[in-house]
């Protein structure tokens, strides 16, 4: 117990520094006590304190209590990454910021045991409504793919004994002046797809990477890298999948199967991990057909099937699959093709036709951001104060949906061709 806690130092500093913190990790007594230590940053630089305590439905296993975010239940694991740490995460509110930004620096306050680890996030909203992908601070700061006017952080905790503490989160945005500018701006460009292999999830009673509790007949897909998961109740990154009966628009909810920092449907170039692989191309199968990474996942455990996608048994048995298989899957967050608009409310239908009566075929869980074909009048509904006949068609998802539950101002959307 003592050389426990001669290693459980409260340090403040360069998240980059902190994530990894061990035993040979060493930060002064004068930089731990000085939370208000900052980068150096551009002049034009915003920064806040990021709120720790309310915690609320997107957080999994973690409490704030005397100042202080941990773990909550020591003995909880992640369903699907088989790990044997106790894991929590905490989804931080989003802040709108009064400047165009394309840089995030954060500064951790936290107690983190060796062999513990404390990971932090970042994504951006740009006007438009749509999310980039999660980005891990590294070396000091975490570059957006592309300019933005609202953060948001995530924390990740994991920590075999749970004695990890993290008291608090300084965030600093400014624009890099040197990055170089999204030259696919403006550009329609379809969403990536790949054909892969699918093995069935289960797990049902489990949770998820993103607190969600798993149900038979659950619809949700699991995919090996952070990047691209969404907050419980959410659709911000959802796959379309193509089986042998029919294509689901499922989110994803899950991280997994085999990897957790596989995106591998990015470019080489930008890909997390393993990139000296093609576009497309899952590392466990690299590893399955190739012996690839002599034959290892990125956690050295012998690959024994070639699964870049886990599908929940309900996802799994809509498309036609009755034992794992190949599927095709497009990744819907990665294209520009249409105009994208934000989502709002919990288990949203669409309809087959621009009418109540019509089938239903498909159901947005939360929040989702949406590629709209067109729209067209169809029946006149009223919910929530809120009346309106405008319905959207979203090609994704084969169907309509009532243009109240788009989150924009307009009742007619603006941009949008008539279908």
């Known amino acids: 117990m003592r050389d426990r806690r001669q290693r459980q130092r409260w340090t403040t500093g360069l998240v980059a520094a902190l994530a990894c913190l061990g035993a040979t990790t060493v930060v002064s007594p004068a930089v731990a006590a000085d939370t208000q230590k900052s980068t150096r940053v551009a002049s034009d630089a ?114 075999k004994d749970g004695q990890t503490r ?4 300084r965030l600093t945005a400014d624009q890099d002046p040197e990055a170089r500018a999204d030259r696919t701006a403006g550009v329609t460009a379809a969403a990536f797809s790949a054909r892969v292999y699918a093995t069935r999830e289960g797990l049902v009673g489990g949770t998820t990477a993103n607190g969600h509790v798993i149900k038979a007949n659950d619809h949700f897909v699991a995919l090996p890298s952070r990047r691209g998961l969404s907050p419980n109740g959410s659709g911000s990154y959802s796959v379309q999948v193509c089986g042998p009966a029919r294509c689901e628009t499922a989110p994803v909810w899950d991280v997994g199967p085999w990897n957790i920092h596989d995106d591998y449907w990015n470019p080489s170039a930008t890909r997390e991990s393993f990139k000296d692989l093609a576009q497309g191309k899952p590392e466990a199968q690299a590893a399955y057909e190739n012996g690839y990474n002599g034959g290892l996942d990125g956690s050295g455990r012998r690959v024994a099937n070639p699964a870049g996608i886990d599908l929940a048994d309900g996802t799994f048995a809509n498309i036609g699959l009755s034992d794992n298989g190949w599927v ?92």
């Open 46 to 159: 915003v920064s806040w304190r990021a709120d720790l305590s309310p915690i609320d439905a997107d957080d999994v296993n973690v409490r704030f209590a005397q100042g202080e975010l941990s773990i909550r239940r020591q003995d909880f694991h992640a369903a699907a990454t088989g790990s044997e740490e106790a894991y929590g995460s905490q989804v931080l509110a989003p802040e709108k910021l009064d400047r165009p930004v394309n840089r995030v620096r954060a500064e951790l306050s936290a107690r983190i045991p060796s062999g513990a680890r404390v990971t932090v996030d970042i994504r951006g909203r740009a006007d438009d409504g749509s999310w980039t992908e999660w980005r891990e601070v590294e070396s000091g700061a975490a570059a957006l793919p592309r300019t933005v006017s609202t953060v948001q952080a995530r924390l990740t905790l994991q920590d």
């Open 166 to 169: 993290v008291r608090g989160l």
């Open 328 to 419: 095709t899957v497009t990744y819907l967050w990665t294209g520009t093709a249409g105009k994208t608009f934000p989502t709002w409310g919990t288990d949203v239908l669409i309809r087959q036709q621009a009418t109540t009566a019509s089938p239903q075929v498909a159901k947005l869980a939360g929040p989702t951001q949406v590629s709209v074909q067109c729209q067209v009048h169809g029946q006149k509904i009223t919910y929530q104060g809120i009346t309106n006949d405008a319905w959207s068609y979203l090609p994704a998802y084969g169907g309509y949906i009532s243009n109240i539950f788009i989150d924009v101002a307009d009742q007619w959307l603006p941009g949008v061709a008539t279908c």
